[in-house]
C-alpha cells in the first residue's frame, strides 16, 4: 500500500510569491539561467538528468554497493546527495519562474526540502537498492506526461506574469506538485534514503 503523501520521508514546499514578480527577468528567464545552470551541470557532470528528476552527481551507485554490503550510508554522501538536490531544485523553481530570486548554491531560500538521515541498519534493507529504480517505472510513465503538462503550464504562467505579473495560483501548485512527486521518486530510487514506496500524489 502507498504511503500517505504528508507521511513520505521526503517533503517540499515552495513559497508563493504575494509580491508581482519581475517581469524582465522573467521574460528573459531562459538566458538569465544559463549561468547558474552551467555550474550545475559541472557540479553534476556530463550525466546530469533533466532537471525535474534533479541533477547529475548523485552517488548512487556507491551508496547502493555500501547499502548492499556493509548496511550503511555514510553521513557526509548523504550530506551532498541532499545538498545537490537542493541547490538542483532551487534552479528548476527559478526556471519555472516560480520565485525571481537568483538561486542560491548555498541558501535555502523560498524552497523548502526535507529528507531525513536514513537509519540504514534499522530503516533499509540492504537489497532494495538493487530493485527500487525498476519498481519507480510506473511513475516515470506518470512523471513523462506530468512534466509535458508542467511545461505548459510554465509557458501559460510565463504570460500572465508578463500581463499581471502574478503566477496564477493553480498553475503554481500543479507545478510544484510535479516537482514534489520527483523528489520522492527521486528519494526512493536514486537518494536511496528510504523504502517506503512514493505514493502517486501531488499533494503535501
Request: glycine share 4%; hydrophobic share 50%.
Amino acid at each position: 500500500m502507498d504511503p500517505d503523501s504528508s507521511t513520505f520521508p521526503a517533503t517540499l514546499e515552495v513559497d508563493y510569491s504575494e509580491k508581482p514578480l519581475d517581469k524582465v527577468t522573467t521574460f528573459f528567464r531562459p538566458f538569465v539561467a544559463i549561468p547558474i545552470f552551467v555550474i550545475l551541470v559541472l557540479i553534476g557532470g556530463s550525466g546530469s538528468r533533466w532537471f525535474w528528476f534533479g541533477a547529475g552527481g548523485i552517488l548512487f551507485i556507491p551508496t547502493l554497493l555500501m547499502l548492499l554490503f556493509r548496511k550503511k550510508y555514510p553521513r557526509w554522501w548523504f550530506d551532498w546527495n541532499l545538498a545537490l538536490t537542493k541547490f538542483s531544485m532551487r534552479c528548476s523553481v527559478y526556471l519555472a519562474l516560480l520565485r525571481d530570486e537568483y538561486p542560491s548554491t548555498d541558501d535555502e531560500q523560498a524552497v523548502h526540502i526535507t529528507i531525513p538521515y536514513p537509519d540504514a541498519p534499522h530503516d533499509l534493507s540492504p537489497g532494495m537498492p538493487l530493485v527500487k529504480w525498476f519498481l519507480a517505472i510506473p511513475h516515470y510513465i506518470v512523471l513523462s506526461v506530468l512534466i509535458v503538462a508542467a511545461v505548459v503550464c510554465i509557458i501559460i504562467a510565463w504570460f500572465a506574469v508578463l500581463f499581471t505579473g502574478k503566477y496564477p495560483r493553480s498553475l503554481f501548485d500543479f507545478i510544484v506538485g510535479t516537482l514534489r512527486w520527483s523528489l520522492r521518486v527521486s528519494a526512493y530510487a536514486f537518494l536511496l534514503t528510504t523504502d517506503d514506496y512514493p505514493p502517486f500524489s501531488l499533494e503535501r
